[in-house]
């Protein structure tokens, strides 16, 4: 048995409490992870406010984690007990996801932590650095393309920003005036007023229209107008427009869909113990303070993510 985040049912951060739950042995392929910190990321509230059709409550909500390896399934070649561990996972699965104290996932979705991170930090990075790496991909662009991103200075941003660099693009983000160093801090080349006139201001640097949008704001069909003709955005949350213009191409990120890329969540790592990722913890929560944690998700603003620690 162990100690869970729970969603005792759909609602607001009163409907988090802390649950028991049994947590079997690894299997196949699979490790069992003691968590230390596991992440708060506003998927995890439209999992509360809309809780996983077809199975019951309590939900345990998280999408990724850090903690050490405490044992091992048979075929597991990789990790050893007592490495430490970040890992991605998917709340809706029938164990739930990463906020518990004990958490069972496949080798292929845990890599060790970056060198020099703490648990708390470590835990940030998983699931967003799997969008963000997802999203890039999709977008196909080339070196000297230029991609422009909504919502700089929040976490998702703050991970677009550099891969996008080290993939050879320019980078044009929005960001409130006292973000402006902090965004270009994150490699972005042009920095933009944040507000609902995103696409004229990127016009006015970019007249010819940019190649890709990675809209982590959720600005959506406000961005069309920054983009040339036959360019495309990147959407989260599963976002569809009914239409779009001028040949314009919407690619929805279900980062679910790559949890198990060992190998990005590698490139990840090795960029963030480089020092080309920062790691941005905005507080630490006790599961039995989980209702509070949520709160300030809910309230927006943060730069970097709530965790929950073990």
Known sequence: MA????????????????????????GEGE??????AAAVNPTDIGLREMGVPDLPPPWVPGMDAAGTVESVGPGVRRLRVGDEVMAAVSPRRPEGGAQAELLVVPEASVVPVPDGASPAEAATLPMNGL??????????????????VTGGAGLLASYVIPLAKEAGLVVVADAKPEDEPLVRGFGADHVVPRGDGFADVVRERFPGGVDGVYDTALLHERVFGALKDGGGVVVVRGWRPEGTERGITVHRVMVVE????????EELRDLASAGGLRLRVAGEYPPEEAAEAYRVMDAGGLRGRVVIRF
């Not at 100690?3 to 009163?14: F, L």
């Open 3 to 26: 100690r869970a985040v729970g969603v005792t049912g759909r609602g607001g951060p009163e409907v988090l409490a802390v649950v028991d739950r049994e947590v079997r042995e690894p």
């Open 31 to 36: 490790v069992r992870i003691a968590v230390r």
């Open 131 to 148: 969008t963000a790496v997802l999203g890039l991909d999709v977008l196909g662009l080339s070196p000297g393309d230029v991609l422009a």
């Open 258 to 265: 790559v949890l198990e890329r060992t190998d990005w969540l």
